[in-house]
């Protein structure tokens, strides 16, 4: 049964746009301008090495290729267009998709978010450490990887993080239906999955017996600063948790728009939003799962000859949200992804091309960054000017012109 018969089914089309659906990996700003390391990453010394509990885990210093310190905005100064490309799962099952994005963010100077889920890092023999809230000890929606592609998520995130990209969480077992969906789990449930997630991320050597490889190059503790839920479900109990962890921000809400971001409970609400979709007299969730929902409903698989022209949509989708917030209230835009190969491939060929329009060069204050780097941004502004911001509304430019409405 693959990731989408798994989910609840859900009634497709222009409704889709609000439901948040949302797939995942399956087993089988700063002021540099975008380009800046487009030869790869800064090169690190080498670090201080502080082992970690069982040494899955390191402390090794401030995370490398990072941009410079954020700065408020001054008096009538236009604010950067922030872009943050995200991945539920973080999975490498094998299909080179990891590697792929990490190469396209060297590339073209980005940051990225990378939300892992937790089980891609605990072996299927030890499926029975995890006791998933509402839910049969074991279970799980989305599988368990082999050990060679834990392996490899394991090669994988040490590289990205290493690389300047930013690990998040996208919990465990993605429960989307049933009473024991994430939709109707208490703050305390939340709370276990949480701690269970981190868990497998901070003792995969004793779980997998990988005792020869590197450790991860983070503390996890001071990493894991916010997360996007299974299928955009369950925001509102998880919130009060969140806060409670000191998490910064939570990317699970649906149906967002294209406007300055707010906090919720003292954590910055970074939504999905709708954006444009060419063709459609409706708009869609920034998301490749989303956008796949309507145009070959409940299958991934759609007919191939439909694969060209629905590229071109998703393309179109990102791209024409990225404008229309370029040229009126520079509102940050956020893409959602999976490692998948749905429909061929096209929404992976989407996400490159839209990442090389937006860092193109010739717009120098675009800033391809992960949702860590914008929460610095965004917490050493002026709550007066983030106030203004957020008056803007979809596709609304400033009266006067910027020097004249932030003045």
């Known amino acids: 049964m693959d990731g989408v018969s798994r989910r609840k089914l859900l009634t497709w089309g222009a409704a ?19 380009g800046k390391g487009a030869s790869g990453p800064e090169p690190s010394p080498s670090p201080t090495v502080t082992p970690i509990g069982d040494g899955s885990t390191a402390d090794t210093g401030p995370q490398p290729n990072q941009p410079p310190a954020p700065r408020p905005l001054e008096p009538g100064e236009r604010p950067p267009q922030f872009v943050v490309f995200s991945w539920d799962g973080a999975g490498e099952v094998g299909n080179g998709l990891f590697p792929r994005f990490r190469k396209v963010a060297r590339d073209h100077g980005a940051a990225m978010t990378f939300f892992l889920s937790g089980l891609y890092l605990l072996p299927e023999s030890k499926r029975n450490l995890y006791d998933p809230p509402g839910n049969p000890r074991g279970a799980s929606d989305i599988g368990y990887l082999d050990d060679d592609n834990i392996r490899r998520t394991l090669e994988n995130l040490r590289a990205a993080w290493l690389e300047g990209h930013e690990i998040g969480t996208h919990f465990n077992g993605h429960f989307c239906g049933g009473s ?143 404008e229309r917030a370029y040229e009126t ?64 509304g979809v596709g609304r430019e400033p009266t006067g012109g910027w020097k004249s409405y932030l003045s």
């Open 180 to 322: 024991g969906s994430v939709e109707h789990w208490t703050p305390r449930q939340w709370r276990s999955e949480i701690e269970q997630s981190a868990a497998f991320v901070k003792e995969w050597r004793t779980n997998t017996g990988f005792t020869e490889l590197e450790p991860l190059p983070f503390d996890y503790d001071e990493e894991l600063i916010g997360g996007r839920t299974p299928c955009l479900l369950g925001q509102e109990n998880l919130l009060p948790t969140a806060a409670e962890l000191g998490w910064r921000y939570d990317a699970s809400s649906p149906g967002g728009l294209q406007v300055w971001p707010a906090k919720r409970q003292g954590v910055w609400d970074l939504p999905l939003q709708s954006v444009p979709f060419p063709g459609r007299s409706f708009e869609v969730l920034a998301m490749d799962y989303n956008i796949l929902a309507n145009q070959s409903k409940n299958s991934t698989q759609g007919p191939v000859a439909h694969h060209a022209a629905w590229r071109e949509e998703a393309v179109g989708a990102f791209t024409q949200g990225f």
């Open 16 to 34: 889709a746009t609000a439901l948040g659906v949302a797939g995942c990996t399956r087993p089988s700003e700063g002021d540099a301008p975008p």
């Open 329 to 392: 209230n520079r509102a940050p835009l956020f893409i959602g992804n999976h490692f998948e190969e749905w429909n061929g491939g096209i929404y992976m060929d989407a996400v490159e091309e839209a990442v090389k329009h937006m860092a193109d060069g010739s717009r120098r204050d675009v800033r391809l960054v992960s949702f860590r780097q914008l929460c610095d941004w965004l917490d050493v502004q002026d709550e007066a000017v983030l106030t203004k911001l957020r008056a803007l």
